[in-house]
């Protein structure tokens, strides 16, 4: 009502202005124009405010029902709890979320809740666009909580609790995605309890039907977690494999979350050989880079004091003669920190050879280019400025081209800090320290990270060791998480493969389009399950685990009433009527021909 008011006010106000008091005492030829301007006035500051136009009326509310498989999880319980609660809500419409949101329907309430991700916000956005309160029914594990607060006034959450059950569950494993046979190196594996914590087990590794260790893990309070390291010496024929970890405890309640598995490649022996004298984050993450990003087979070694030498992963010892021999057979090879300490370190190495230099000089080098380079397709699309300062010596190095420049604290003085050489053979020079800031802040700059190492590693091998024309990129896959595929070479743009699914004889075959400077794509998810992927240039093993669904995970939103942002629209406004809009012209016009009669302006 304070509306309609604030509308004739403006509409007086007006009249008054246009004829003065006078005006309305001087008969009816005066008076008419301005009840007539009065009330145009009126309706046209009342379609401006949107006035209402009828008593307020409660709007009914929807009712949305979590429909992701953590509500069977245990049993089906609180999924028929979740039923009998949106009966009792007698909502004006009834709808199921989780991958999607979509209208519940008789066939879908019988059916168990099959959806491999929780997410509210699609419901969220279609209860705002029709202006109805939502009523959320949930057991309160969503994947974007924070739609919470943009609920319509008047929305309430219902979380239901599911008995705490004892359950232990292999969230997540970190492994090398190339592996030498022979080689010893350790596995991390990720484990949480549920909500009524879990008893004593063990994890158990296998790579496909071979056991390679084991490890006993304590039991655990409730959502507990616990990181345990196994180390193994893998062993078995070239090609791509399965790594499975398997936890087992006592009374566990829920099976579908005690296995994790991953693709790793096999391989007889080393492609790269990585020496760092000065064991670094810079070694660390470019060694990551070459094991797990570029699939390359790599035996690392540390110099951990004068002399003394320990094999990466296991830190088993090994002589300084043996790091001489591996060095110098390596088909391409990398030497961080002291790059003399064999000798010229041209000549330590008979193949292609990376230079890692660690003396640096005071002052912040910003990376502010790649200039035209075998190095620079893969940097073109990177931000610079996005991207940590590193540390660059006094004198920069040479090469026949330049692969990175930067400048000193952003001004104008700048610096080859990647160069590289062809001829007689590939040498690339690194002459920057404090890289691995890039990856430590993650996102872009670890892309830029992992796309500067990849460009080098590639031109050293002449193309990396993988010739496979496309591979999964992920080395743990979920299922509902969409594919990502890394392309082999960039002359691979259209590159066909075939996946056929262990245990079913159907064989479904895709084609993956690289654009130009696109090193990955995106296909749609795929079922849990062991997968045999055929494409140009050899075979590889897509491993897709359980939906993460089936893991236990604390409620990441309260039950309760939602004050919310947006009020629900439970009055109609005057603009939903079209004849009031003609109506105001109409009037203004009969204002306008009196006032000509009358001989007024």
Known sequence: ?????????????????????????????????????????????????????????????????????????????????????????????????????????????????????????????????????????????????????????????????????????????????????????????????????????????????????????????????????????????????????????????????????????????????????????DARYALAVLRGALSIPTRGFFRVAPGEWRIDGALTPVTEAAVRQALRDAPVAIIQGDTSAFGPPRAATLGPVALMSSSATSGEWYPSAAPPSPLAPALAGLVWDSLPPVAAPETPPRGTWTGLEARRNRGDERQAIVVGTDEPRRVAIVAASGLWRWRFRGGTSADAFTALWGSIFDWLAAERADRRAAVPDERLVRAGDPIRWRRGSPADSVVPLTLRRRGAARVDTMTLRFGTDVTIVETPPLAEGIYDVTTRGGNAVLAVNASREWLPRRPTVPGGAVRGRIAAASVPGLRQFGWIYAAAIVLLCAEWLLRRRKGMR
């Open 1 to 281: 009502m304070s509306l309609w008011l604030l509308a004739v006010a403006a509409g007086v106000l007006l009249a008054v202005i246009q004829y003065g008091w006078r005006g309305f005492g001087a008969g009816w030829s005066t008076l008419l124009p301005a009840i007539l301007r009065i009330v145009a006035i009126t309706l046209i500051v009342a379609l401006l405010l949107d006035a209402p136009v009828a008593p307020a009326r409660r709007v009914p509310s929807w009712v949305a029902i979590d429909a992701s498989m953590s509500m069977a999880r245990g049993d089906t319980a609180l999924w028929r709890t979740a039923l009998d609660s949106a009966r009792r809500v007698r909502a004006d419409s009834t709808f199921v979320f989780g991958d999607s949101v979509r209208p519940a329907s008789s066939r879908s309430k019988a059916a168990l809740p099959h959806d491999q991700s929780s997410l509210l916000r699609p419901a969220v956005e279609r209860a705002l666009g029709a202006g109805h309160p939502l009523t959320v029914i949930t057991d309160g594990e969503l994947d974007d909580a924070d739609a919470v607060a943009s609920l319509p006034a008047g929305s309430r959450v219902i979380v239901l609790s599911r008995p705490a059950r004892r359950d232990l569950a292999a969230v997540a494993m970190d492994a090398p995605r190339a592996i030498v046979s022979g080689d010893t190196l350790e596995v991390h594996v990720d484990v949480q309890a549920g909500a009524g914590g879990s008893g004593a087990g063990r994890v158990m590794l296998f790579l496909d039907r071979a056991a390679l260790g084991d490890a006993a893990v304590d039991s655990l309070p409730a959502y507990g977690e616990r990181r345990v390291d196994i180390k193994l010496t893998p062993t078995g024929a070239a090609g791509p494999a399965v790594l499975r970890a398997v936890v087992a405890s006592t009374a566990d309640a829920e099976p579908r979350n005690d296995t994790l598995i991953a693709a790793v490649d096999l391989s007889r022996g080393a492609s790269a050989v990585f020496v760092s004298t000065i064991p670094d984050f």
